[in-house]
Each structure stands twice: as C-alpha cells, then as structure tokens.
Nanobody
C-alpha cells in the first residue's frame, strides 16, 4: 500500500522560509514521479514542482521559480519542497503526490496517490 505523509508546514512571516517533507512508503522513486501541488482557499489546485522518476530532472512552476526547489533523498524515501522568500500568496494547503505510468491517450496516470496535505500560512 502506498502512503505519503507530509510535514513541515506552519505559520511564517513574509520573506521567511520553510521546508516541507513528504515521506513515502510502498513505492520506489526510480519508478514514480513525485510532485507538490497546492490549493489556496477559494482557488483551483495548482501544480508547484515535480521531480521525475529517477530523481535527476526537476521542474518548478513559474510562480515559484527562484524561490522554491524540489529534491529527494532516496535513502530516506523522502521528497522535499524548499521554500524561501515566502509571500502571502503562497498560503495554501500543500499536497505531495506520487504518479506512475502516464498514459498520453487519456492524459492520466495508472497510479496516482496523494498525501493528506500540510498547511502553509504566510502572514505578518
């Protein structure tokens, strides 16, 4: 059974930093894409960052480029989202997602697992 457990969220002042962690069980990073998504109150779900299977290639959304980075520690089976220069607009519930076997015909993954989310609040 795949489980993803996020941690590291909290209240931080504008300009501050946080590092979110996502500890995975039941999956191997060599075969899975690992992502961070977020959802702010009243807004649509937003993709934030991805580390592609194997861990050598990463990408972040333009909205957080230069401020956020994604990384993984295979030995700890953990994915991280480093966040700096936080802004009130970054306030959201952050989800860790694991995806495997993308099907281009349907645009979906055969396997798609979500953590429970961790809240990040940026406020003075």
């Amino acid at each position: 059974e795949v489980q993803l457990v996020e941690s590291g969220g909290g209240l931080v002042q504008p300009g501050g930093s946080l590092r979110l962690s996502c500890t995975a069980s039941g999956l191997n990073f060599r075969s899975w894409h690992m992502k961070w998504l977020r959802q702010a109150p009243g807004k649509a779900l937003e993709w934030v960052a991805i580390v592609y299977l194997g861990g050598d290639i990463t990408s972040v959304a333009d909205s957080v480029k230069g401020r956020f980075d994604i990384s993984q520690d295979k030995a700890k089976n953990t994915v991280y989202l480093g966040m700096s220069g936080l802004e009130p607009e970054d306030t959201a519930l952050y989800y860790c997602v694991g995806d495997k076997n993308y099907c281009p015909l349907t645009g979906t993954y055969d396997f798609d697992y979500w953590g429970q989310g961790t809240q990040v609040t940026v406020s003075p």
